[in-house]
């Protein structure tokens, strides 16, 4: 028996809102690290793509690391070295950035990067 079609866009509605506050979440946390650390334009946080620039900005990577993002495999390297660096940047121990990789531990990562002092 076939489910009614308003149960299936129910649910993709429920996931999409819940995607949109996770990312507001994350560029919310991403936009006060950046203000903690003195970067400039920390309101490209909420903007795709960009806010792979902030993260290089943040982490005082070249621009042009933003392309690594984009290539399979480089990017989760390429990605930890760059969180790696914003955590040091804050001055939180290195190993942090391996809580960032632990499923539902890394939704308070950047809770912890932003807010704790």
Not at 4 to 33: H, K, N, Q, R
Not at 96 to 113: D, K, Q, R, S
Request: glycine share 2%; aromatic share 22%.
């Amino acid at each position: 028996m076939a489910e009614p079609e308003f149960v299936s866009t129910f649910d993709s509605g429920v996931i999409y809102f819940i995607s949109i506050i996770f990312y507001l979440y994350y560029a919310l946390c991403l936009m006060v690290v950046a203000q903690k650390t003195s970067t400039e334009h920390p309101w490209l946080s909420f903007i795709p793509v960009l806010n792979l620039y902030l993260m290089c900005r943040v982490a005082r990577k070249p621009a042009w690391w933003i392309i690594l993002f984009f290539i399979p495999l480089v990017n989760i390297v390429i990605y930890f070295i760059v969180l790696y660096n914003i955590t040091i940047r804050r001055d939180k121990p290195g190993w942090w950035t391996i809580m960032y990789f632990l499923p539902f531990v890394n939704i308070v990562f950047w809770g912890l990067l932003a807010f704790k002092d």
